[in-house]
């Protein structure tokens, strides 16, 4: 079993950064892709990025490639979801999630364990 909690949102001005922190209890934290999703008010789950088991591979939803760079340290069985440039339509709650597999995923419903969340609010 793997928990997920993540930290590290809060309210920012558009333009500015925040780093999301994903922190995971529990054995072989390096065997699982990692990715992140969000969900917006009113809207549905959308996923944002994702780096594979090793993080040789990183992919990243259309909206956030340059904006958003994803990464993992082992070591700390952390994943980190730096975010620069944010803007007021990234407003959303960030999930942190796990698969057990090598190769990254978009789709949701391949992840087998995740957080509770934390919320990103950006003011324009």
Do not use: H
């Amino acid at each position: 079993q793997v928990q997920l909690v993540e930290s590290g949102g809060g309210l920012v001005q558009a333009g500015g950064s925040l780093r999301l922190s994903c922190a995971a209890s529990g054995p072989n934290f390096s065997v699982f892709a990692m990715g992140w999703f969000r969900q917006g008010p009113g809207k549905e789950r959308e996923f944002v990025a994702a780096i594979s088991r090793r993080g040789a591979e990183t992919t990243y939803t259309d909206s956030v490639q340059g904006r958003f760079t994803i990464s993992r340290d082992d070591a700390k069985n952390t994943v980190y979801l730096q975010m620069n440039s944010l803007k007021p339509e990234d407003t959303a709650l960030y999930y942190c999630a796990a698969r057990n597999a090598y190769y990254v995923s978009r789709n949701s419903g391949e992840y087998d364990y995740w957080g509770q969340g934390t919320q990103v609010t950006v003011a324009s």
